[in-house]
C-alpha cells in the first residue's frame, strides 16, 4: 500500500547565536511555544516577512507568533533549509 506523503519540510538549522541562545531556555513552556514555530517555518518558509535591507546578503525574515510570543529571525537557503540566526525570543 502506497502512503502518500505531504509537502516535504524545510531542513531548521541553528546559527551559532541561535544555538546558544536555545541552549539558555529552560522553561518547558517556552520550549513547547519555540517548537510550534520552528514547525510553522519548516513546513512554510515563506510564512514570515521579509526585513527591510539591502539584497548583498541573505534575505533575511521574521516570523512572529503573538499568541505563543515568540519571533524568530531566518533565512531560507536555496536549497529550503531554514537557518534561524541570531534571534529568538520567547
Known amino acids: ?6 509537502p516535504r519540510r524545510a531542513r531548521i538549522a541553528f546559527s551559532d547565536s541561535a544555538a546558544k541562545q536555545l541552549d539558555s531556555i529552560s522553561d518547558e513552556a517556552e520550549l ?5 514555530a520552528l514547525v510553522v517555518i ?40 531554514v537557518v534561524v540566526v541570531a534571534f529568538i525570543e520567547v
Open 1 to 6: 500500500m502506497d502512503r502518500q506523503h505531504g
Open 32 to 36: 513547547h511555544a519555540l517548537d510550534r
Open 42 to 81: 519548516s513546513v512554510d518558509p515563506e510564512a514570515g516577512e521579509p526585513l527591510p535591507g539591502n539584497t548583498a546578503g541573505p534575505r533575511l525574515r521574521q516570523y512572529a507568533d503573538d499568541v505563543e510570543r515568540v519571533r524568530l529571525v531566518y533565512w531560507v537557503t536555496a536549497l529550503r533549509t
